[in-house]
């Protein structure tokens, strides 16, 4: 079989799915691993390997069976040491093993940003039992944030409003982190003003940005996103530049989705993911390459035209609301319907559901970013999952 790269998909989500896509359609041979069967992007991969990534000898043994020319990962949870002795062996990790390692853990990548680079951040200290998380909270001030120092969309993570709520927030940490790691950060709370993901894309030519996009979350998952978000040119600049010191100090190549409190003309770093981000659903229908095009050409050396433009426009999830196997869906021609914009539609097709999972997200083109979240939100409405 003829193709232009083979590529180790390590997480075979929705963002996995759409990477997929972009991928395939540059030529490339992808092979879909994740821990569940039938996985998004394993529906639409070449080939598929159904393990744990938390196990190094099946990443290790996935690898060496299939050889591939990058490993790209699309989770947070994955044995990063063995990655680090894979590209030590000369397996191509995306953007780097160092990067993964770093950003798959939220206290690595802060004490980078914070103590290293010297960006400006939320106060904050680390936690591993309840006692400690006392002491970081007594440091950090009331109202303040807990959440695992590994997860995935916001899981774990809570706003505690004073000490008798600490106990139930460390628990609640506790049972929703991922990998093996019982450890929190506790972190100030920022009164910001809106926050963006500011998608930063690393070339072998240099570093580029798409516009800002601004979200909204709830239970600290994303509920929807909306590019572009205005900021005033001073906000912008202070983002770009932290966010290409963080993303040149990580080094690769590929999709960055670095997030900030915006308060006024001060901009805070908050987090950082090396790979396409959920907030950048948005650019399927506002940019011309979305995030997963980017990704893709940025990890295959491929050139990418610059500036990176977006016509307004926004995203809105599509959730489940109980546990089940046994799924249909109905109303998309009512949502794709909608007046007041262009509505497209992307039903992930994950084989089961639990309360509040995203099943899919609509997405809208409108005259301007309030009007296309109207539009996405009512779509988003309209779209039901029936359950059998």
């Known amino acids: 079989m003829a193709f232009t790269a083979k590529i180790l998909l390590l997480g075979s989500g929705e963002l996995g799915r759409e990477f997929t896509i972009s991928a395939k359609r540059l030529g490339a041979y992808v092979v879909a691993c994740d821990a569940y069967d039938n996985a998004p992007a394993m529906q639409l991969a070449d080939a598929r390997e159904v393990f744990s990534m938390l196990d190094g000898a099946a990443l290790r043994a996935a690898v060496e069976k ?23 062996e000369g397996f191509h990790v995306v953007p780097s093993a160092r990067a993964t390692q770093l950003t798959m853990n939220r206290d690595r990548i802060r004490d980078l940003a914070a103590e290293q680079l010297g960006l400006a951040t939320s106060r904050y200290r680390y936690a591993e039992s309840l006692e400690e998380v006392h002491a970081g909270a007594a440091h950090a001030g ?4 807990i959440k695992p120092v590994m997860s995935s969309s916001g899981k774990g993570q809570s706003k505690v409003e004073d000490a008798a709520e600490l106990e139930a927030a460390w628990d609640y940490a506790v049972a929703n982190m ?36 601004g979200h909204r979350q709830e239970r600290g998952d994303y509920m929807e996103s909306w590019q572009p978000i205005a900021m005033s ?5 202070a983002a770009q530049d932290m966010a290409a010191k963080v993303v040149d100090d990580l080094g690769g190549q590929g999709i960055f989705g670095v997030e900030f409190f915006v308060r006024g003309e001060d901009v805070i770093f908050s987090e950082l993911s ?22 893709a050409r940025a990890i295959m050396g491929l050139p990418i035209p610059a500036p990176i433009r977006a016509r307004p426009s926004a995203s809105a999830v599509i959730l489940a609301d109980r546990d089940s196997d046994a799924l249909g869906y109905e109303g998309l021609a009512e949502a794709l319907g909608v ?19 995203r099943m899919g997200v609509a997405l ?11 539009v996405a939100a009512e779509a988003a409405g309209k779209v039901r999952i029936t359950y059998g």
Request: hydrophobic content about 40%; overall charge negative.
């Open 178 to 213: 991922r990998g093996d790691r019982r450890r929190v950060i506790v972190e100030e709370f920022v009164d910001f003003d809106y926050e963006i993901t500011l998608l930063t894309v690393r070339t072998k030519d240099g570093v580029l940005f798409c516009p800002p996009i």
């Open 66 to 88: 299939h050889r591939p020319d990058y490993i790209v990962p699309e989770i947070e949870a994955i044995r990063t040491e063995t990655l680090v002795e894979l590209e030590a």
């Open 274 to 295: 090396p790979r396409p981000h959920d907030t950048g659903m948005v650019t399927l229908v506002s940019q011309n390459l979305s995030e997963f095009d980017l990704h």
């Open 339 to 357: 007046p007041g914009g262009t509505v497209d539609l992307r039903i992930f097709a994950k084989p089961t559901s639990r309360p509040y999972r």
């Open 364 to 374: 809208a083109s409108a005259g301007d970013t309030d009007a296309a979240r109207s």
């Open 142 to 145: 009331f109202p303040c944030v």
């Open 233 to 237: 040119d001073a906000a912008l600049a």
